[in-house]
């Protein structure tokens, strides 16, 4: 059975850093797409970032030129590089997969595979 479990999140203060990581139980290179989506409170879950086989990417524009996904199969990985946060990118980041590469409007899923996500405070 596969497993998703995300780590390193936290509290921080707004423009700090901060990297999550997604342990893939699994082969990670049988899911085509892996992703990020968070989830503030009394708000609908959100698309952050995904990232297929291969490095194609997709960020919320939100995140664009703030956030860095990658991936590394040998390592089961997947990680968030989060950078210059700010107040409103609090919530819980969950990551998830497909198994499928993803195109267009494909990365809003569903996705088969989901972690228990983990939590990130941005204070002001």
């Known amino acids: 059975q596969v497993q998703l479990v995300e780590s390193g999140g936290g509290l921080v203060q707004a423009g700090e850093s901060l990297t999550l990581s997604c342990a893939v139980s699994g082969s990670l290179s049988s899911f085509g797409a892996m992703t990020w989506h968070r989830q503030a409170a009394g708000k609908q879950r959100e698309l952050v970032a995904g990232?297929?086989?291969?490095?194609?990417?997709t960020y919320a524009d939100s995140v664009k030129g703030r956030f860095t996904i990658s991936r590394n199969n040998a390592k089961r990985t997947v990680t968030l590089q989060m950078n210059s946060l700010k107040p409103e990118d609090t919530g819980v980041y969950y990551c998830a997969a497909s198994h499928n590469r993803i195109v267009g409007s494909a990365w809003y899923g569903p996705y088969g595979y989901w972690g228990q996500g983990t939590q990130v405070t941005v204070s002001s």
């Open positions: 990232i297929n086989t291969g490095g194609p990417t």
